[in-house]
Antibody, heavy 115, light 110 residues
Framework: EVQLVESGGGLVQPGGSLRLSCADS????????MTWVRQAPGKGLEWVAS????????YYVDSVKGRFTISRDNARNSLFLQMNSLRGEDTAVYYC????????WGLGTLVTVSS | QSVLTQPPSASGAPGQRVTISCSGS????????VTWCQQVPGTAPKLLIH???QRPSGVPDRFSGSRSGTSASLAISGLQSVDETDYYC???????????FGGGTKLTVL
């Protein structure tokens, strides 16, 4: 069974950086697309970025291009999201998602960008 | 403004059948299968339907999905109080080179 645990969220000032991590305790991490999806307070779901199983394909939503970097370490069953130049509109719960069809979701980690 | 359009709300009485629509375009739903997720407010979303009409194990067969042209629908039959939550559609978009979500539909069981 896939269990995803995010960490690294917190309060950061505008312009600051954070690195989110997601640990996958399942046995199929290296076989799956991995994705970050976020949800601003009181808002809907927004896709942020996805990375193919071997890292050969990476996609970002336009609003984070050049600021966020998704990466993975298949040896450690871990997914990462490096977030730089953070803005208020990046405030959200960030979910780590496994699978081609958003099959498994973590509980999320809250990122708050505020001075 | 979401790329995929869902009604903000839907409702039905217990036992009834309700459908939630998801409207897109030729660059997303017109070319790619639709995924539906269910989210109880305050908790993480979970996969409900993928590949237009495929239910993961554990999802009741009361839930079904369909896609035609640039639109998709989620149908819930035999409505139960536990179904009162939020539903999101999603699809890959070739023009945006990424996934797009609908704005979500809050289902109320009357």
């Amino acid at each position: 069974e896939v269990q995803l645990v995010e960490s690294g969220g917190g309060l950061v000032q505008p312009g600051g950086s954070l690195r989110l991590s997601c640990a996958d305790s399942g046995l199929t991490f290296s076989n799956n697309w991995m994705t970050w999806v976020r949800q601003a307070p009181g808002k809907g779901l927004e896709w942020v970025a996805s990375i193919k199983k071997d890292g050969s394909e990476i996609y970002y939503v336009d609003s984070v291009k050049g600021r966020f970097t998704i990466s993975r370490d298949n040896a450690r069953n871990s997914l990462f999201l490096q977030m730089n130049s953070l803005r208020g509109e990046d405030t959200a719960v960030y979910y780590c998602v496994s699978g081609d069809h958003f099959n498994y979701w973590g509980l999320g980690t809250l990122v708050t960008v505020s001075s | 403004q979401s790329v995929l359009t869902q009604p903000p709300s839907a409702s039905g009485a217990p036992g009834q059948r309700v459908t939630i629509s998801c409207s897109g375009s030729s660059s997303n739903i017109g070319r790619h299968a639709v995924t539906w997720c269910q989210q109880v407010p305050g908790t993480a979303p979970k996969l409900l339907i993928h590949s237009d009409n495929q239910r993961p194990s554990g999802v009741p067969d009361r839930f079904s999905g369909s896609r035609s042209g640039t639109s998709a629908s989620l149908a819930i039959s035999g409505l139960q109080s536990v179904d009162e939550t939020d539903y999101y559609c999603a699809a890959w978009d070739d023009s945006l080179h990424g996934w797009v979500f609908g704005g979500g539909t809050k289902l109320t069981v009357l």
